[in-house]
């Protein structure tokens, strides 16, 4: 009996050791010239990330930084890595152009070593200074991954609009659905032009616009039955 071939699925930690090289295999895929030897020189091994440990060790950015946090690198050519730019860049952007091209216009680099429930506030996340884990994302995936309210409500899966529906068993506010199994969107979600990032429900707002239209409309009727029993007692009085 001839065996079924099975696919062999590899482990978090053996797709983390390929994406994410060690120092020493870092400095084997780094061309080999003056800048990259500045740059290694101001990198050290740092901690295992608490929450990803398959990850292995971030390598850490041990000399300036800037206002946010971030390692500050100052390249040696000014266009040919990023134009437009000054000298100075992201020693994790600096990383991941030499080793994985120029970035996509739409993209920008997430720290996945970062942690929300565990690191002290974004600003003071001392993963900003980690150059080697780094994943190329949109920015609305990038801040899914934040605390703040925009990202909350970002990753909500439903709404919770005052017109939200209301289980008849638990009394309960079941919202209207806004993303579907694969994270897209649903016919419920307007994202308004000039803010893409930001989220409507379309169904509430169909809700409220129809108690509005019902409420305007009840208020013509009050005024239109309101006029007439005046203009009936000016006639009496008149007559």
């Known amino acids: 009996m001839v065996p079924t071939p099975t696919l062999a699925i590899p482990t978090p930690q053996q797709v983390a050791a390929l994406v994410y090289p060690s120092l020493d295999e870092l400095t084997r895929l780094l061309p080999d010239t003056p800048e990259t030897h500045r740059f290694l020189a101001k990198v050290e091994v740092g901690p295992v990330p608490a929450h990803a440990p398959h990850l292995g060790p971030c390598l850490m950015w041990g000399r300036a930084i800037t206002n946010r946090g971030y390692g500050a690198f100052r390249t040696s ?3 040919s ?3 437009g730019k000054t000298r100075t ?5 600096w990383l991941d152009h030499v080793l994985n091209g120029p970035l996509p216009h739409g993209l920008e680099l997430d720290h996945i070593c970062h942690d929300p429930n565990l690191c002290d506030g974004a600003e003071r996340c ?3 200074r980690c150059v080697l884990h780094t994943q190329r994302k949109t920015h609305q995936a990038n801040s899914l991954r934040a605390t703040h309210i925009m ?3 970002a990753a909500k899966v439903r709404c ?3 017109e939200a529906p209301i289980d008849p068993i638990t009394g309960e506010k079941i919202g209207h659905l806004l993303s579907d199994e694969f994270g897209n969107d649903t016919d419920n979600v307007y994202r308004p032009p000039k803010r893409p990032n930001e989220r409507k429900c379309k169904a509430c ?3 409220r616009a129809a108690r509005w239209q019902a409420n305007a409309k009840r208020l013509k009727a009050e005024a239109r039955a309101r006029g007439l029993r005046e203009a009936g007692h000016l006639e009496l009085s008149i007559g």
């Open 89 to 93: 860049v992201s020693a994790h952007m």
């Open 81 to 83: 890595l990023f134009p």
């Open 126 to 128: 001392p993963h900003r």
């Open 205 to 207: 707002h169909r809700i």
């Open 77 to 79: 050519v000014r266009d």
């Open 160 to 162: 919770d609009g005052a």
């Open 151 to 153: 990202a909350i409500n």
